[in-house]
């Protein structure tokens, strides 16, 4: 039976440009946070980590977080790198056996549960070493798995600096699947009014 898979969802942002949280943007009757807690779940990771900063208490308050484990990142403010590194640690300390993790944001709205299924059966299909990532508009990016012996890349990272500069310098196979309008995310209020 295959290992369960973990998922961690970068959602520590102050949302600045959009002036809410986007975390708490509602769409078809559900927070983006929540949304995509349930599309991890229904694609099979277990457990499911929210990495949370700007906002957290109102986010905990308001999203459900369904069956999710929340992280209070109090680094936040010194970029995306602190998310990462607060999200793979706790996989290391909380999930040692696992050979990898699913990491990805909660404000890409084209994103389905069929994709992220795909990206688990593409890891158990190839060799463990991989690399799995969602490829939109031209660039690799996350949603990605990535396998544990690129954890110490992701560690090493800092400032504002995402998991794209792991996905760019890859020491290690790198298999893509197409996320179509992947690219799509909410950062602004004209984003908003498009969605």
């Known amino acids: 039976m295959p290992m369960a898979m973990p998922a961690i969802i970068l959602a520590a942002g102050a949302s600045t440009r959009l002036g809410r949280p986007k975390q708490l943007v509602h769409s ?4 983006l946070l929540d949304r995509t807690i349930r599309h991890v779940r229904q694609a099979g990771c277990d ?23 929340t992280i209070v990142n109090e680094e936040w403010r010194s970029g995306i790198s602190t998310s990462i590194r607060a999200g793979i640690t706790a996989v290391q300390t909380l999930c040692p056996e696992s050979s990898a993790a699913m990491l990805l944001v909660c404000d890409q709205p084209n994103l389905t549960s069929a994709h992220l299924a795909e990206l688990i059966s593409q890891h158990q299909a190839a060799i463990q070493t991989a690399i799995i990532a969602s490829v939109y508009a031209g660039n690799i990016g996350i ?15 800092e400032g504002d600096v995402g998991a794209r500069a792991t996905l760019r310098k890859a020491e290690c196979p790198l298999i893509t699947i197409e996320l179509p309008g992947g690219e799509f995310d909410i950062d602004t209020p004209e984003d908003l009014a498009s969605l």
């Open 143 to 157: 949603p990605a798995i990535f396998p544990t012996s690129q954890f110490d890349s992701l560690l090493r990272l």
């Open 47 to 69: 457990p499911v980590f929210v990495v949370l900063g700007a906002n957290s208490e109102e986010i905990t308050r308001t999203a459900l977080l369904k069956d999710a484990q």
């Open 28 to 31: 078809a009757g559900e927070t």
